[in-house]
């Protein structure tokens, strides 16, 4: 079974600052993917960013960036620059195959972040 | 619309009743799935359908919980006999096979908000 882990509770970071959302993960699957979404108080979950276990790169999107650590099973976001429009929940997940199109995705609890300005 | 379409956004159900909660996915995407997410929690796998098949049904959590999508586009989540722990907001993703590796990820629409009294 695939394990996400968000332990942060909420997190707050000054407008224009970067800030890191950790994520670990537990599986025993050769091959996943692992995934970013962003839920905004409107309710949709927002895709952000994807990085496939046999990617040798971390994955970047714009101002986001994932930290990808296979060894020691983390995912973290990293949100450069952060904006107002920031604020929201931010859910880490995963997939059993590589692109998340055809198998379910397992998400961690989420993390509230909250931009000051 | 390009994206992703649930209705009703909001749906109260007397405690009994039976309600449907309709997906349009994006146009061309063969594969379906819906999500339960509870208040303050990540999303929850429900079903996978590609095209018409259901392939994975085993995140339904009652024998009260049928989906279905007859034709491969449009699916519809029916509730039979709703009970208070039902309340929750449904997600449908839909997700494309076609395309390049690290594009074929799931899209969500913004949900259905379902309040059980």
């Known amino acids: 079974a695939q394990k996400i882990t968000q332990t942060q509770p909420g997190m707050f970071v000054q407008e224009k600052e970067a800030v890191t959302l950790d994520c670990t993960y537990d599986t025993s699957d050769p091959s996943y993917g692992l995934f970013w979404y962003k839920q905004p108080s409107s309710g949709e979950m927002i895709f952000l960013i994807y990085q496939g276990s046999y990617d040798q790169q971390n994955a970047t999107e714009g101002r986001y960036s994932l930290n990808f650590q296979k060894a020691r099973k983390s995912a973290n976001l990293v949100i450069s620059a952060s904006q107002l429009g920031d604020s929201a929940m931010y859910f880490c997940a995963m997939s059993r195959d590589v692109t998340g199109a055809n198998s379910k995705l397992t998400f961690g609890k989420g993390i509230t972040l909250s931009v000051r300005p | 619309g390009a994206g992703v379409s649930q209705s009703p956004r909001y749906k109260v159900a007397k405690r009994g009743q039976d309600v449907a909660l309709r997906c349009d996915p994006i146009s061309g995407h063969v594969s379906l799935f819906w999500y339960q997410q509870a208040l303050g929690q990540g999303p929850e796998f429900l079903t996978y359908f590609q095209n018409e098949a259901q392939l994975d049904k085993s995140g339904l959590p009652s024998d009260r919980f049928f989906a279905e999508r007859p034709e491969g586009s449009v699916s519809t989540l029916k509730i039979q006999r709703t009970q208070q722990e039902d309340s929750a907001v449904y997600l449908c993703?839909?997700?494309?096979?076609?395309?390049?590796?690290?594009?074929?990820?799931?899209?969500f629409g913004a949900g259905t908000r379902l309040s059980v009294l």
């Open positions: 993703a839909s997700s494309s096979r076609g395309g390049s590796l690290g594009k074929n990820i799931q899209y």
